[in-house]
């Protein structure tokens, strides 16, 4: 994978995630009964990341950087279905460990892909420049979906991040162009 392709990636799953983001708290916080139950929801997830991302820098360096950005893509795309249906506390537990596992994928694929390819030398502004480009897809996937919130419901909007994880899945496959001589 090429870091072009890369970045257009993390910035299309960057977009899919700020698409849901503001709204996922909601879910959060209207299925618990209390603050309580929403911290423990989001320490879930940051602890299951935290021990899993030994197990995934191994993974990382085993079978690629490329096939765990494919299975987050994909996973994600499947869990974010989930979401408009849960009910119970235990069931945003569940998603929150599903997804502190898969959190764990990303970002530690994020930093390997990042390490593999930017110029040392110019590893500062290389990594800005990424930082660039995918802020600003977050960023406007945010306005829009703020706007299309309006017109849809909130469960729709897990379904449409779920198309766009599956589509970043279908692009990190997509096959390298070989390099023509001129």
Known sequence: MN???????????GMASSMIFPFY??????????????????GLFALTSALTY?????????IGDKVLLLVYSWAMALLLLFFPLVEEVWQ????QIIMGVLGAVQKNSEKTVLARH???????????????WTSIGAAVAV???GYLVDFLTIG??????????VWSGF????KEKAATAS
Do not use: C, M
């Open 3 to 13: 870091y072009r392709r890369f970045v257009l990636y993390q910035g299309t799953i």
């Open 25 to 42: 708290i909601l879910v959060l916080k209207n299925t618990g009964n209390n603050y309580a139950q929403f911290g423990w929801a989001y």
């Open 54 to 62: 030994p197990v995934i820098g191994r993974l990382a360096d085993q």
């Open 92 to 95: 945003v537990y569940l998603l």
């Open 118 to 132: 930017v110029d040392k030398g110019k590893a500062g502004k290389e990594i800005g420049q990424y930082h660039v």
């Open 143 to 145: 306005i829009a979906t």
């Open 156 to 165: 729709t909007i897990f379904y449409l991040a779920s198309l766009v994880y």
């Open 171 to 174: 692009y990190i496959l997509r």
